[in-house]
């Protein structure tokens, strides 16, 4: 519920930059990770290949980023922030900095230490089931009996 409240208030806030929903994401990615392939970008975001392609599509299109070729191979293109998105991202950072500090608000040190511990356990526990059903793998369902 927190990031699904989290991410229609960036979907409001980020409609005057005119990104499309839950394309901030992506940009504040390549804003971080200047060069970073769309494989790697779609890991990172927890998408599928298709997905990603649509949202670096839509970005490139709307002069957020640009494409190019490495070096070393020509068929990885490079993803890479334009002034624009550079801007852009500006803007998200802040907002991001915002909803960090109302979520987290009333909570003491050791209290937000605590969470981001648990949430990174968690994280890891269901990025290994994610990496499993992607590559074709089925969960073994059990009854809360069973656990």
Request: glycine residues 6%; neutral net charge.
């Amino acid at each position: 519920m927190i990031a699904r409240c989290l991410d229609s208030i960036s979907n409001v806030e980020f409609q005057h930059l005119n990104l499309s929903r839950g394309q901030y994401l992506y940009l504040y990615r390549i804003c971080e990770n200047p060069g970073i392939i769309p494989n790697q970008l779609a890991e990172l975001i927890k998408v599928d290949r298709t997905t990603a392609a649509r949202a670096i599509s839509k970005l490139e299109s709307d002069g957020f980023i640009v494409k190019q070729s490495a070096l070393d191979n020509k068929k990885n293109k490079l993803l890479y922030p334009t002034e624009a998105g550079l801007e852009a991202w500006e803007f998200i950072r802040r907002e991001g900095v915002h909803s960090d500090q109302v979520t987290l608000q009333g909570l003491t040190e050791e209290e937000i230490e605590i969470a981001v511990n648990l949430l990174r356990r968690m994280r890891h526990n269901i990025e290994v089931d994610w990496k499993f059903v992607k590559k074709g793998g089925r969960r073994p369902y059990m009854d809360q009996s069973e656990r």
